[in-house]
Structures are given as structure tokens and as C-alpha cells.
T-cell receptor
Framework: EAGVVQSPRYKIIEKKQPVAFWCNPISGHNTLYWYRQNLGQGPELLIRYENEEAVDDSQLPKDRFSAERLKGVDSTLKIQPAELGDSAVYLC??????????????FGEGSRLTVL | AQSVTQPDIHITVSEGASLELRCNYSYGATPYLFWYVQSPGQGLQLLLKYFSGDTLVQGIKGFEAEFKRSQSSFNLRKPSVHWSDAAEYFCAVAPLYNFNKFYFGSGTKLNVKP
């Protein structure tokens, strides 16, 4: 079974440029998460989707960040314009529906963003 | 407010030596508790979890963790470390009945000396 797939793995951009990250969760997982992991820190939740609905986006900086999960499968996280402080690893994770959820998050390998 | 503290940023142990990684949490009630491992260039992988019952839980790769309510701790242990255990380890909590609100500690980076 394929795991969570993210792309690109690495991205270097200059500040004020846009950037987008893509995530394909494990097949059948209806919950999808985007986390940001700053250097030397643990992951912090940006947004959580249940199917195509964003049910928790309280930590998403909405002035520059946006996300979508059309059709409730893969998802895109966008930053426009990027700032120096956005340099981080952006992690996507998924989990199955509540009835079979054992508490485990399945993470992708992450997308490392460097803003110059 | 919820918080997870991992007081050790870096730990170095010799291969074959025992390991203990510390985790303390601050929460209104006993939460669900997890340990994840992140190997270089890899995503986070669940090592083990505690929901209720026996306070000593076994996980993958020979790891175990002990929940101590009186100390609000959930320390990770391994009797004999292998070189492949070099990675970063994250403690995480989630509130009861809500797996979707995870709070991660800042991680402990483990180096293993040959």
C-alpha cells in the first residue's frame, strides 16, 4: 500500500514569490492534515480536512496561506507571497475515518521550503 | 494550555547502551500519549501509544514507554540501542476522544556512537 506522497521534496524560492505543495494521502483516508515543522521544533497543525471540508484552520495564516482539497482526496497548500519566516518543512499526514481511527497519523516525507 | 516538554534536545549514547528519552506534558486531564520517530529525510512514524490500562506499553523496534500519572510523564526507553535508532524522537499528546488535536514536543535528537 502506498504511503502519503508529497511533492516537491525541496523548494528554494525568493521572498515574495508564490509556492505550492501537493499531497496525496493514503487511499481511503478521509482526514488530511497539513503541519509545519520549523527547524528544531515539532510539527504544528496548519489545517485539517475531513473529506473536502476544512474543519480546523484556526492556525492557518490566512493572509498568505491557502489550502484546498477538491474531491476529498489530494490537497494543495499554497503560500503567496512567501516570507523569510516561512522557511520550514511542510508535512502532510492522513488518518482513516473516526470509526477505525486508532490515533495513528501517517506522515509523508515532507516538503522542505527555503525562502531567500 | 496544553504543552509537551522534551527537556533533552540532543542525546548521544553508545551502541548497545540503554536509552531513556524524557517527555512531560501539561494537560487538563490525562490525554492520549504517543511517541513518533523521524529518521533523516523520512516522515514521522508511530513508535507506540498509550490510551489507558497497563502503564507500560510496548512499541515497534524494541521500544517501550511508561506512563506515570503522578509525574505527568511518558518516557521512552530501549534496553539496547542500535546504530539504526539514530533519529529524532517526538512525544505527542491528543485529548481524550479527539485524535485530531495533536500537540507535539520539540523533539530529541538521538546520536548513536559506534
Amino acid at each position: 500500500e502506498a504511503g502519503v506522497v508529497q511533492s516537491p521534496r525541496y523548494k528554494i524560492i525568493e521572498k515574495k514569490q508564490p509556492v505550492a505543495f501537493w499531497c496525496n494521502p493514503i487511499s481511503g483516508h478521509n482526514t488530511l492534515y497539513w503541519y509545519r515543522q520549523n527547524l528544531g521544533q515539532g510539527p504544528e497543525l496548519l489545517i485539517r480536512y475531513e473529506n473536502e471540508e476544512a474543519v480546523d484552520d484556526s492556525q492557518l495564516p490566512k493572509d498568505r496561506f491557502s489550502a484546498e482539497r477538491l474531491k476529498g482526496v489530494d490537497s494543495t497548500l499554497k503560500i503567496q507571497p512567501a516570507e523569510l519566516g516561512d522557511s520550514a518543512v511542510y508535512l502532510c499526514a492522513s488518518s482513516p475515518q473516526a470509526e477505525v481511527n486508532t490515533g495513528e497519523l501517517f506522515f509523508g516525507e515532507g516538503s522542505r521550503l527555503t525562502v531567500l | 494550555a496544553q504543552s509537551v516538554t522534551q527537556p533533552d534536545i540532543h542525546i548521544t549514547v553508545s551502541e548497545g547502551a540503554s536509552l531513556e528519552l524524557r517527555c512531560n506534558y501539561s494537560y487538563g486531564a490525562t490525554p492520549y500519549l504517543f511517541w513518533y520517530v523521524q529518521s533523516p529525510g523520512q516522515g514521522l512514524q508511530l513508535l507506540l501509544k498509550y490510551f489507558s490500562g497497563d502503564t507500560l506499553v510496548q512499541g515497534i523496534k524494541g521500544f517501550e514507554a511508561e506512563f506515570k500519572r503522578s509525574q505527568s510523564s511518558f518516557n521512552l526507553r530501549k534496553p539496547s540501542v542500535h546504530w539504526s535508532d539514530a533519529a529524532e524522537y517526538f512525544c505527542a499528546v491528543a485529548p481524550l476522544y479527539n485524535f485530531n488535536k495533536f500537540y507535539f514536543g520539540s523533539g530529541t535528537k538521538l546520536n548513536v556512537k559506534p
